[in-house]
Structure formats: C-alpha cells, structure tokens
C-alpha cells in the first residue's frame, strides 16, 4: 500500500457554532477555535475538520451556502480564518473545510438569478423541470419532509428539485459549467493552504435525470429522494472528474460522507487511488433507521453493533482502504447515550467505547465534546430544539399518531441537537462557552461534564483520551495500529468486543500484534489468550493481567490493550 500523509493522523471535527464563542453573542467563531488549538494539540489531534462557515441564512446550520468565498460575519472575518490557518500549521495541523456542493443556499446569486429567469443560463445551474399532469414532476420526498420538488415563483408549471430543504437547490452537476464553477473554488480554498475537505452528502450529485416516479413508500404518496438516488448510475465520472481537477494536484486529504453507495463500488470509493482518502463507517449509526422516520427507529442489540462494525472493517481492509471511524457527529446522537448499555453509560463506560472505536483500523474523527463524554440533552419541548430535521421528524411522528411524549421522547434519542449543544468548558455560567445567551440551550450538565474538572482529574474520560492518542501515535506501537490488519476476536461471545491488529514482518523489520480487549456486559468475563501477555499498554481499570499470563479477566466495562508475545 502506498503510505500517504493522513494514514496515522487523528482528526476532531468542529461544530463552530457551539465551539467557543469570544465576543459574547452566543455564536462560536474561528477566533474561539484559534484560541483552543492548543487544547487540541495537547490532546494529539492533527487533523481539524470545521463544520460550514461560509455565508449562510443557516436554514441548515450553514450547510446552505449563500457564497462559497466568504466567512459567515457570524464567524468572523476572512482575516480571521487566514490567522487560524496560520496557528494549525505553526503546530503541525491540518484545517478540513466543509465542501458542500450537493446544493447551495437559495440565497446564492446563481439561484436567484435562476429564479427571474429559469430558462436562462442560470436557471442550467438547477435542475428545473415542468409539473406532469398540474403536479409536481415526480413524487419523490425530501430527506427534511415534504416534496423535494418546489415551485419556481412567478411561473405556472415549472420547479425546483431540493433533496433537502427547499431553501437548498440542488445544483446541476450534469451542467458542466456548474462543475468548473465547483472546481475553481475547491482549488481557491486549497490554495490558502487547507489539509484538504469533508465532503457532504456527496452520493447525491449524480440523479437520475429521467425523474420518474415511484411506488410511495408512505401515507404522503411520496417516495423518499433516495430511491431515485440509488437508481442512478455513475457518480464515480463526477468524483474522478473532481479529484483530478482538484484535490490530487494538492495531495489533500479527502473524507467522503457517503450514504447508499453501490456496495461493489467500495474499491473504486475508497481503494488505493479511490475517489476519497477516506470515508466515515456510518455502518453502526444506520442500524437504528426505522422504515418511517425516528418514531420508529429500531433497537439494535450489542452484537448486530458490534457485527455491524467488524464487517465494515472487513470490507474495507478487503479492498485496502481505510474508513474514516466515529462515534458521534452534528448529526448523530452522542455516542455515549446510544451504543452504551444502561450499565456502561459512565466514565468507565465512555473509555471503553473511546478504546474499541479508536484503535480501528482506519482514521480517527473525534467529535466536540466526546473527549469529556458529553451526553444526550433533554429537552421539554419542541420548541427548544432548533433543528430542521428535528421539527420535521417531531411532526412526522405525531401525525403517525405518537402522543407529544412519545414525539418527544424519539427527539431525545435521535435529534441532530443532541450533539450541537454548546461545548463544555467549565462549571462556570454557559460552561465557558460564552458571556451571553447561548444560540443553542447548553445542555445542563454541563456542572458535572466539564473540560476544566477533568482537565484536573488524572483519571478523567479526557485525561484517558490523550493517553490513547498518544498511545495510538506513540512511536514504536503507530505502525501496528495503522497498517495492522483488523482480526476479529471471541465473536462468538455475547458482550465481547475484542479485536487484534496485527503487522506482519515489514521491509523495515517491524512487526507485532497487540489485542484490544473489552466487556460491555454486566459481569465479569474471563478470557483464555492465544498467546501469552508481554505488556498491558493501557486500560481504564486497575488491572491484575501481568506479562506471561495466558488468561485474563475484565471487570464489566473494563477495556484492556495488550501487547502479545
Ligand atoms: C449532511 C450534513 C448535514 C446536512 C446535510 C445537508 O448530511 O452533515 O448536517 O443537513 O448534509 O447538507
Ligand atoms: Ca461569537
């Protein structure tokens, strides 16, 4: 395999909204994220994606772009960004941007110059089609709700496609000036200097441009906008199309957030010279999709989990490539609520989880406030959560006949919010965060879940954290954790995550093989190793395992990583 820069980097992703705000109008901005690289050097990471901060009415939090070339004034100035890009290199890290490229913001100039006059060259930026039969062209619903085509104002029969908001066109990337439109400005970011991009929702760029209908999936007659995605072929000329006349000329590193991908297409996403350097393993985040939003989102047992993660690392091995591994994003529950067992949901609990995802085969993303192991938020009503998706999903839920507790209950466990409540600095007012009123309610506890008590605390989840980024870079261990093939272990164990990375004999003479160990049950669990222990290279309990020892046992919770002989 060809080595590149980013195989052994741990990347953090950034929310900036609820990063850290300087000015005290209750907005994170770029100069809160300079403020912390610092904090986030400390804890090992090379490698910082930020969430959108371009213009933006923030429809979607950000992810609706009214222009491509400026900094959202809520974040800062653009002198702002350049001082942050200044700060990462002078400490040897990488800024990510947020390429979001799907759609643009209905406030974008191409969009509203395409709205006085659809039939003109920009109204080719959109896909704008003629209604069939006095409706809309198709019935295909939206991923936020509600039918993905919209009206183009001022005109009888003519709309817009928007696979999410409709305040989020989706831009043609059939029109090959579109293309070149994305590519220059990809190229401008690159040439400030960025590491490279995430890249958003990227599946969706290639449609199927007949736009037929399909059987409904719901009461609504829609079907959602994913079917039509899954029957369009050959998104990968557009994704070559893009790397080479961009990110390649750049040796940038790319993450994809890929959703329904063909799974033959694996090789070609991700493979060695694939369309991405990496994309996120959401394998175990899509197990809980219900057929018919959150208010039937599924249970899932620790063992569809756990499989669910292995063969993802398989496949990916398989084709040699690397996945990009999370336990959380701005999307996404926090990890800590959802894959933890009732029993596990404490610091011993967080570790563990931290230790069996990071130590992957792959690249580690942590998000915001995993590293102290935030939590889920309460809330007592709708109207305290802020997110699109969230307001959607509640609606869905009580017009399928939920009770407003039960609605709100399913927003507890899956709403986007859940993960955008402000970061956790202090105990202080707004947990440090800032002087002012929080755009977002913090979630409150904060008192107890803080950076500043468990920057204090020797054995707290953040101080565990750095100790297993260091661990996974130290220098004689980073290569069996880079390039170390994933074997499964105990599969056949209820309550067992265990795994081996193991590096054969290299060029270079190094090999090894240390085995990541951990017990999400309730008792106790004792385990006979293949080979003999030779050192304990970390856990999250006072552990009686010793070198020689053939057989160990882990408490409930209990994590352990061993060298073996
Ligand atoms: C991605 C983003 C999400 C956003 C959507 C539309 O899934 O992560 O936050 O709402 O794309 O851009
Ligand atoms: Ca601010």
Redesign the pocket.
């Known amino acids: 395999m060809e080595k590149k820069w980013w195989h052994d980097k741990v990347a953090y992703q950034i929310y900036p909204k609820s990063f850290l ?9 770029l ?2 994220v300079t403020e912390k690289l610092d904090y986030l050097k400390e804890l090992g990471i090379d490698i910082i994606w930020l969430s959108p901060i371009y213009k933006s009415p923030f429809v979607d939090q950000g992810y609706d772009i009214a222009d491509y070339y400026s900094i959202g004034e ?3 100035t653009m002198e702002d960004f350049d001082h942050l890009l200044e700060e990462a290199k002078k400490r040897g890290m990488y800024i990510l941007m947020d390429l979001v490229v799907n759609h643009c913001s209905d406030q974008h100039v191409w969009f509203q110059k395409a709205m006085e006059d659809p039939e003109g060259r920009y109204g080719g930026y959109f896909y704008i089609r003629k209604g069939k039969d006095g409706k809309e062209p198709a019935n295909y619903r939206s991923y936020f709700g509600g039918n993905a085509w919209e009206p183009v104002p001022g005109t009888k029969d003519l709309y817009y496609l928007h696979l999410f908001a409709k305040e989020q066109p989706d831009l043609n990337w059939e029109n090959p000036e579109v293309r070149r439109e994305i590519y220059k400005m990809i190229n401008w970011w690159m040439d400030k200097g960025l590491g490279g991009f995430r890249i958003d929702a990227i599946i969706n760029i290639k449609k199927n441009i007949d736009f037929p209908s399909y059987e409904p999936d719901g009461p609504d007659g829609l079907a959602s906008a994913a079917r039509m995605i899954e029957d369009a072929h050959g998104v990968g000329d557009f994704l070559e199309e893009m790397k080479r006349e961009t990110f390649q000329k750049y040796d940038a590193f790319t993450v994809g957030e890929v959703f329904n991908m063909k799974e033959e297409e694996l090789k070609e996403f991700i493979g060695e010279d694939g369309h991405f350097s990496t994309m996120f393993d959401f394998s175990a985040h899509t197990l809980m999709q219900g057929s018919d939003g959150w208010h039937n989102s599924r249970k899932f047992s620790f063992r569809e989990w756990r499989d669910a993660l292995f063969d993802a690392q398989e496949k990916a091995q398989e084709v040699g490539g690397f996945e990009a591994n999370i336990i959380e994003n701005h999307d996404e529950p926090r990890g800590a609520s959802r894959f933890l067992p009732e029993w596990a949901q404490k610091e011993a609990g967080k570790k563990m989880l931290a230790t069996t995802s990071m130590l992957l085969r792959g690249i580690p993303f942590l998000y915001q406030g995993q590293e102290i192991g935030m939590t889920n938020c309460r809330r007592n009503s709708i109207d305290e959560y802020d997110d699109i998706s969230t307001k959607d999903q509640y609606r869905q839920a009580l017009a399928d006949g939920c009770s407003l507790e039960e609605a709100l209950a399913c927003c507890y466990e899956n709403s986007r919010d859940n993960a955008r409540t402000p970061m956790q600095w202090s105990g202080d007012a707004n947990g440090g965060f ?1 002087s ?1 009123t929080p755009w977002l309610a913090m979630n409150p506890n904060f008192r107890e879940i803080n950076v500043k008590e468990q920057e204090s605390r020797p054995d707290s989840v953040l101080n565990y954290y750095r100790k297993l980024v260091a661990l996974r870079k130290a220098p004689e261990y980073k290569d069996i954790f880079t390039y170390g093939r994933f074997v499964p272990l105990y599969e056949d164990l209820d309550d067992i995550f265990a795994y081996s990375r193991v590096l054969e004999e290299t060029e270079e003479g190094r090999s090894g093989e240390i085995r990541i160990l951990a017990n999400y049950g309730k008792q106790p669990c004792a385990l006979t190793l293949e080979k003999p222990v030779k050192q304990v290279l970390l856990s999250n309990m006072e552990t009686g395992a010793k070198a020689g020892q053939t057989e160990v046992t882990l408490d409930s919770c209990q994590v352990l990583v061993l060298l073996t002989q």
């Open positions: 705000d300087t000015n005290g109008d209750g907005i994170g901005d100069k809160g809520e974040f800062g800032t002012g």
